[in-house]
């Protein structure tokens, strides 16, 4: 079982998401920004770190929203889902084929990768 960390990061009424390269596994499917947690370090931190990389941001990390298990045919993920807010610096596209801010009622117009699906579905009873 692989450990993945998530923001979900909104500005007003909108929450972002992020769109996966092309050539990676479940490419060009949206997501929430995140990764693998390496060793020794918390989820937390795996977060900071990873959106540092990806986006270029600064994240302050809050609690957890959800966290799901999913089974892919490569991989099993427990991806746990964070608040959080963007502390420093603007969101660069340093990784990711796209970024978007959407409003949930948007949710359904995107591909999202299938481990994010129970977490649409509570951000759209909790939000929408």
């Known amino acids: 079982m692989t450990e993945v960390v998530a923001a979900l990061i909104w ?5 972002m998401i992020c769109q996966r390269p092309a050539h990676k596994a479940r490419g060009l499917l949206w997501e929430f920004v995140g990764g693998k ?4 370090e918390t989820k937390e931190q795996a977060l900071i770190r990873e959106c540092r990389e990806e986006l270029a941001v600064m994240l302050s990390v809050g609690e957890v929203f959800m966290d799901v298990v999913h089974e892919y045919p490569d991989i099993t993920v427990h991806l746990t889902l964070f608040n959080a807010v963007i502390a420093e610096g603007i969101p660069q596209k340093l990784e990711h084929n796209d970024i978007k801010w959407i409003a949930p009622a948007e949710i359904p117009q995107y ?18």
Do not use: Q, S
């Not at 500005?11 to 929450?15: I, S």
């Not at 947690?37 to 020794?40: S, T």
């Not at 299938?114 to 929408?128: C, F, H, N, S, W």
């Open 111 to 128: 591909d999202f990768c299938p481990a994010d699906d129970e977490i649409l579905k509570k951000i759209t009873r909790v939000y929408g």
């Open 11 to 15: 500005e007003k009424d909108k929450f």
């Open 37 to 40: 947690v390496e060793p020794g």
